[in-house]
């Protein structure tokens, strides 16, 4: 079954899922180099236990979720939340890439609202944020349309092979938690 007929499947990854995440992601840092402040290099090093811990880690401070299409990992996106209680309130959205063939089917925006919803049904989470270089126009677009809003732009925030660029702060406001009937 072709990419773009296969159905997308959304899921939280599991520390099963380290060496194909790990493929996917060592691929995004070379593929997409103006998109992520690591190289390739940098995270080729990593062991296996810091990839665990990005997908999900014990205490549940980070949740990889994972896109499938005829169970091969498509792309990936990563809700981080903090610990500590001035900040908790708090979750970052990380590491969000779909693999090319299987762009412009709609992963990327399941990707984003499987987060939205992760930071959503923790209890205190009021905001998600994330930066994305800018110019990176699919990016900024997937991002607004999901509601996220830029704030402002740090200049001369990444080395990229073009040069140094900024990179753009975005912030969502999430709705406030209705309680169950
Ligand atoms: C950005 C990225 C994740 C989008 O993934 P995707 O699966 O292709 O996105 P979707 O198919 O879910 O598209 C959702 C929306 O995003 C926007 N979008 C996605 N790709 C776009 C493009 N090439 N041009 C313009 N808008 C685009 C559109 O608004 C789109 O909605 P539409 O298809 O109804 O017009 C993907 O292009 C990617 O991995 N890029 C390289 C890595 C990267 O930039 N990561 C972000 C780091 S901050």
Redo the contacts with the bound molecule.
């Keep these: 079954m072709s990419q773009a007929t296969a159905p997308l499947r959304i899921a939280p990854l599991t520390p099963g899922d380290v060496t194909r995440y790990r493929a996917l992601m060592l691929h ?1 840092y070379a593929a ?1 180099p103006d ?1 992520f402040t690591s190289t390739p290099e940098e995270r080729a090093a990593a062991p296996d236990g810091w990839w665990a811990a990005r997908i999900a880690s014990p205490d549940g401070l980070s949740q990889a979720f994972g896109a499938q299409v005829g169970g091969e990992l498509v ?1 990936t996106a990563t809700i981080e939340f903090s610990a500590k209680p001035k900040t908790r309130h708090k979750a970052l959205l990380i590491g ?3 693999a090319e063939p ?9 990707l984003v609202q499987a987060a939205l919803q992760a930071a959503s049904a923790r209890p205190g989470v009021q905001v998600v944020t ?1 930066t ?1 270089t800018e110019g ?4 900024i ?2 991002y607004e ?1 999901a509601g996220f809003e830029a704030f402002g732009v740090e200049p001369m925030a990444i080395a990229t092979p073009g040069g140094l660029l900024g990179k753009v702060h975005m912030w969502l406001k999430l709705p406030p938690c209705t309680p169950a009937a």
């Design positions: 995004a997409a998109a792309g969000m890439f779909v299987a762009r412009r089917l709609g992963a990327g925006r399941a994330l994305v990176n126009q699919p990016a677009r997937l349309a």
